[in-house]
Nanobody, 124 residues
Framework: QVQLVESGGGLVQAGGSLRLSCAAS????????MGWFRQAPGMEREFVAT????????YYADSVKGRFTISRDNAKNTVYLQMTSLKPEDTAIYYC?????????????????WGQGTQVTVSS
């Protein structure tokens, strides 16, 4: 089992920045690719970003490319999502997730463990 706990969400004005963190415990963190997903009210969950076990490979949704950066620190068992130039449409609950696919994945169905989520609200 892997336990994931997100933090860092909050209320921010459009154009602002936030950094989300996701602390992992349980099985060795470096065994897993990690991802961030989000779900806005009334919408389906969508992929945001993923990072491979080493941090060397990263993929982003087109909607966040150039604004968000995913990274990980295996020594701290933590994955991050740095969000800049935030827009009201970024408002959602953000979830981190772990997949046994060490290269990472964009499909939520390929993730084995999920955190409880952290709310991000961007005001206009």
């Amino acid at each position: 089992q892997v336990q994931l706990v997100e933090s860092g969400g909050g209320l921010v004005q459009a154009g602002g920045s936030l950094r989300l963190s996701c602390a992992a415990s349980g099985r060795p963190f470096s065994n897993y690719g990690m991802g961030w997903f989000r779900q806005a009210p009334g919408m389906e969950r969508e992929f945001v970003a993923t990072v491979s076990w080493s941090g060397g490979t990263k993929y982003y949704a087109d909607s966040v490319k150039g604004r968000f950066t995913i990274s990980r620190d295996n020594a701290k068992n933590t994955v991050y999502l740095q969000m800049t130039s935030l827009k009201p449409e970024d408002t959602a609950i953000y979830y981190c997730a772990a997949t046994g696919l060490r290269v990472g994945a964009w499909n939520g169905g390929q993730y084995d463990y999920w955190g409880q989520g952290t709310q991000v609200t961007v005001s206009s």
